[in-house]
Every structure is written in structure tokens, then in C-alpha cells.
């Protein structure tokens, strides 16, 4: 396993953002299995984030159960974080309802999750169509059998799940939502993602979302197999 995460790095206190429908907070995991490019959650991805305590987390929790709807987790890459399971099982413990980020390239740990009921809602990155998707990883090569794995217990589950893809100008075209199409098949719910403007990147290269029209454009492809699509920030 990649990550020998111990605990969360990072704690956003409150967002109605994250979690549709839910005043929830974000607990980040620190690692990644990627290397995209225009990724600005560095510190995390490098691990150069200081790990919270167990005590500090719990504490959090247990002041803010009243408050809080939902937790969210994300990253990094969640999934690969070996604590997760036992820890959501206290979260559901305290009526919290769960939403997990993942960049589903590791269907296993997954599928451990929605089988123990663990989960309440999953955001499933599909980073690019099938043809740039390594090089939108920052990898040589992926398995998209992977993926494709991730996509289908998520369908097959019940649980409520969005696709998203974090666009990029000269990263990402219109005519790769074609492609996106063709290799998720549709589904209830697809977001679309601008990457922020100029904003430090794991790459160190600075990008720019597509314009307001390239992004309606994308979306209207969507539309084709997607019951809602949103694109956010517009």
C-alpha cells in the first residue's frame, strides 16, 4: 500500500460546499497514487502537512456533532489510507453521514467501504477521456480497469454518487467529453470542475480554467447521458 497514513493532515472546520445538501466539515488525507499536474493540494500529496492527533479529530467531532450533518473525506487519496474504515464506523456511530473524494484507482478498499454501508455519498473523479487520462494523472500509464472497476461498484451499490472532472484548458476538450461518455455509459449525476486560476500546482506549471462557453459547451454533451450536470463556480 502506498500510504502508511497514520491519521488526517488537515481539517476544514465547516463547508456547505463539499457535501451537496449538508453542513459538513472536510478531514483530508495526506498521499496520493496520482501526480496530476494542476493539483493544488500539494503539501498533502507530499505529505509535508503535519498528521492531527486521534484525540484532536474525536474532540472535533463530538463538539460539533449538533452542528455538522456530514463529514467529508478527501485528499490526497482516501482510499488509501488504512484507518478509514474503523474510523467512518465511529463517524456513523455519531449520526454523521459520510461523503468520500476518490480518484477510484483503488477499487478494493472501496468496495470494503460500500459494502459495510460506510459511505452516504461518493465523488468519483474521471480525470480526462481514456486517451489523456495518464498524462492528466502525471503518470507513464494507467489501468483503466481500474477505474472502470470503481465505476461500476459505485453504480451497481445504490449509494448516491457524482462523477467529476476538474478541467483545465490544454488539458481538457470539448470533444473529450465525447470520450468521457463512451467510457462511464452516463449516470445520474456529472460535475464539472474549473481548475483554480493560477493557483500553485503540483507540476508548478499554472493553469486556467476553460471560458464560460467551452464549459456550457462541455456540459451540453454531457446532458446526453447524464440526468443533471453542474458545473460549479459558474
Known sequence: ???????????????????????????????????????????LVKREEPEL????????????????????????EPTL???LPAFLSEVKELGLEVKLDTNGYHPEPLKILLDAHLVDFVALDIKNSPAK????????AVDLNRIK???DLLQASGVTHELRTTVAAGL???????????????????????VQRDAVSLSGRRFVP????????????????????IIHGT
Open 53 to 76: 492527533t486521534w484525540a484532536a479529530v474525536r474532540d472535533f467531532l463530538a463538539h460539533r456533532r449538533k452542528v455538522l450533518e456530514g463529514v467529508c473525506v478527501s485528499g490526497g
Open 172 to 194: 481538457h476538450d470539448i470533444e473529450d467529453m465525447q470520450e468521457i461518455l463512451s467510457f462511464t455509459g452516463g449516470g445520474a449525476r456529472f460535475a464539472l470542475q474549473p
Open 1 to 43: 500500500m502506498i500510504s502508511a497514513e497514520r491519521c488526517f493532515r488537515g481539517l476544514q472546520k465547516t463547508t456547505l460546499l463539499d457535501f451537496p445538501g449538508k453542513v459538513a466539515c472536510v478531514l483530508f488525507v495526506g498521499g496520493c497514487s496520482f501526480n496530476c499536474p494542476y493539483c493544488y493540494n500539494c503539501s
Open 210 to 229: 476553460p471560458t464560460l462557453a467551452t464549459l456550457r459547451a462541455m456540459g451540453e454533451i454531457l446532458k446526453e447521458s447524464f440526468n443533471e450536470v
Open 149 to 151: 472497476t470503481s465505476l
Open 81 to 83: 489510507a488504512p484507518f
Open 133 to 140: 487520462y495518464a498524462a492528466t494523472c502525471g503518470l507513464p
